[in-house]
């Protein structure tokens, strides 16, 4: 095994038999080829297929839906960073030029299709049964904190709860939008009744934003 995948398989609680499928994994297609596109798709349907089958046994009363909702909000690319960054998977990327020198080491897109690729590899490398303890491991503390109120982002409650209390809809407005073409971030602000002041919110999309924003608000009206 290559020593600089050694803190990286650590993290993973897994070690590569053919260090080749992480080399690949690891590799995103601005540095060459063979690169991490075709394990990451395979990872993506792993994935999935995992997440569906943990919550299917979890929640035994939970509807299609309801079941659909909560694997979304396990496979979002949100959650995907958040198991990157526990990995310190940027380190370990193998980057063209102009993604190091623009900081794709640190960009969600990657970071969470690098999170995919490596489950596509682990599969590759060992099979379903050792890919599925792997991911049930890394995703441990998600399962764990998951309940049924997290199938609604917070746009929406923030909408339900406005609703309830009879006052106008929040309106979302963006401010500003930079970075590149290729890693926009735009900023938005929430302007919700009752609230002297705006809530604000950042993401790769108007959407994330958003959401971003609305969840400031959550927390200001102090909604659970």
Request: overall charge positive.
């Amino acid at each position: 095994m290559n020593q600089d995948y050694t803190r990286l398989c650590q993290a993973l609680g897994y070690r590569f038999k053919q260090e080749d499928y992480l080399t690949t994994a690891l590799t995103h297609r601005s540095a060459g080829t063979p690169h991490n596109e075709r394990l990451e798709f395979l990872g993506d349907a792993l994935l999935s297929c995992i997440m569906a089958e943990a919550l299917f046994e979890r929640f035994p009363a939970s509807r299609e839906g309801e079941l659909t909702r909560l694997r979304a909000n396990l496979v979002k690319r949100d959650t995907l960073v958040k198991i990157a960054q526990r990995l310190e998977l940027g380190q370990y990327l193998r980057l063209g030029e102009g993604e190091l020198k623009t900081g794709g080491e640190g960009r969600a897109s990657i970071l969470a299709d690098g999170v995919e690729a490596i489950i596509g590899a682990i599969y590759r490398d060992s099979g379903m049964q050792t890919c599925q303890s792997v991911v049930l491991q890394l995703w441990e503390k998600s399962l764990s904190n998951l309940s049924l109120r997290q199938i609604k982002d917070p746009k929406t409650r923030l909408q339900e709860y406005l609703q309830a209390k009879q006052q106008a809809l929040p309106v979302y407005r963006v401010l500003a939008i930079g970075g590149t073409p290729h890693a926009q971030q735009f900023k938005v602000e929430c302007l919700v009744p009752g609230l002297p002041q705006p809530t604000y919110g950042g993401g790769e999309s108007r959407r994330r934003a958003e959401q971003s924003a609305a969840a400031q608000a959550l927390g200001v009206l102090n909604v659970e």
